[in-house]
């Protein structure tokens, strides 16, 4: 069974940063591309970050170019995204979700449940 | 970017009825779009990809058409456990974009 587990949401102050993870099971990690999309209370969903399977390839939302960085670790499993100089309106539930399809065409088939990310102060 | 606008924001149904969504991109995305269904405290369900194709153990009742600009999900007969949000998203290049949803109330 494919599964995708985030954490590291939590309170931050504005102008402070934060680590959130997702670990992945079920699947050969390696051989898929990962995204975060996020979500903030009560609103769509907003797309942040690609990262391909060997790392070769990453893209960012203008809104967080800059700030965040998105990295993985096959041999872990897992999949990371470093948020700097946080602002309010980075607050939101944050996704990862499993690219499926072929270059650069891809859906989005697992989700994980999300973790939440509070930037207030 | 590619702006997606879906309607209507929320459509009131009645269980058995058929419900109709649409999505429109501001500019061709081809047939790379995508449909999901999300419901309070949940993630999103992938329902259908490529315009047209259902996701794996998604049910017959949900159907996806439409291509280039224009698309359309359709519900043929609501079940208590389909209403829910639904947002259509493109992934023709990047960035890939999300409709604002549409809500799928009991009527």
């Known amino acids: 069974e494919v599964q995708l587990v985030e954490s590291g949401g939590g309170l931050v102050q504005p102008g402070g940063s934060l680590r959130l993870s997702c670990t992945a099971s079920g699947f050969t990690f390696s051989n898929y591309n990962i995204n975060w999309v996020r979500q903030a209370p009560g609103k769509g969903l907003e797309w942040v970050s690609y990262?391909?399977?060997?790392?070769?390839?990453?893209y960012y939302a203008d809104s967080v170019k800059g700030r965040f960085t998105i990295s993985r670790d096959n041999g872990k499993n897992s999949l990371y995204l470093q948020m700097n100089s946080l602002r309010a309106e980075d607050t939101a539930v944050y996704y990862c979700?499993?690219?499926?399809?072929?270059?650069?065409?891809?859906?989005?088939?697992?989700w994980g449940q999300g973790t939440l990310v509070t930037v207030s102060s | 970017e590619i702006v997606m606008t879906q309607s209507p924001a929320t459509l009131s149904v009645s269980p058995g009825e058929r419900a109709t969504l649409s999505c429109r991109a501001s500019q061709s995305v081809s047939s790379n779009l995508a449909w999901y269904q999300q419901k309070p405290g949940q993630a999103p369900r992938l329902l259908i990809y490529g315009a047209s194709t259902r996701a794996t153990d998604i049910p017959a009742r949900f159907s996806g058409s439409g291509s280039a600009t224009e698309f359309t999900l359709t519900i043929s007969s609501l079940q208590s456990e389909d209403f829910a949000v639904y947002y259509c998203?493109?992934?023709?290049?990047?960035?890939?974009?999300f409709g604002q949803g549409t809500k799928v109330e009991i009527k």
């Open positions: 990262i391909s399977g060997s790392s070769s390839t990453i």
């Open positions: 998203q493109h992934y023709n290049n990047w960035p890939y974009t």
């Open positions: 979700a499993r690219g499926r399809g072929s270059y650069p065409f891809y859906y989005f088939d697992y």
